[in-house]
Nanobody, 115 residues
Framework: QVHLVESGGGLVQPGGSLRLSCAAS????????MGWYRQAPGKERELVAY???????NYGDSVKGRFTISRDNAKNTVYVQMNSLKPEDTAVYLC?????????WGQGTQVTVSS
């Protein structure tokens, strides 16, 4: 069983930055992909970014060039640095990981971009 806890969300002005963290705990040997999705009210869940255990990254089109994902395998933690934030980035950001052929999800952290 894997438990994910996100942190770092909040309110930020347009053009600002935030860094989200997600720590995985449990009886973990080696996590495969880790990443983030987001969901805004009335919209479908959207990929933000993911990173493999080897460090390969993939980003959603709407965040390319603004967001950077990274991970610390020793700490089973994934991060996303979000720069040049826009009001349309407002959403609940959900952390996930793939482990032992199963996907695990965090509870989510709210990011609000507003002046």
């Amino acid at each position: 069983q894997v438990h994910l806890v996100e942190s770092g969300g909040g309110l930020v002005q347009p053009g600002g930055s935030l860094r989200l963290s997600c720590a995985a705990s449990g009886s973990i040997f080696s996590i495969n992909d880790m990443g983030w999705y987001r969901q805004a009210p009335g919209k479908e869940r959207e990929l933000v970014a993911y990173i493999t255990s080897g460090g390969t990254t993939n980003y959603g089109d709407s965040v390319k060039g603004r967001f950077t994902i990274s991970r610390d395998n020793a700490k089973n933690t994934v991060y996303v640095q979000m720069n040049s934030l826009k009001p349309e980035d407002t959403a609940v950001y959900l952390c996930y990981c793939n482990y032992n052929l199963r996907a695990y999800w965090g509870q989510g952290t709210q990011v609000t971009v507003s002046s």
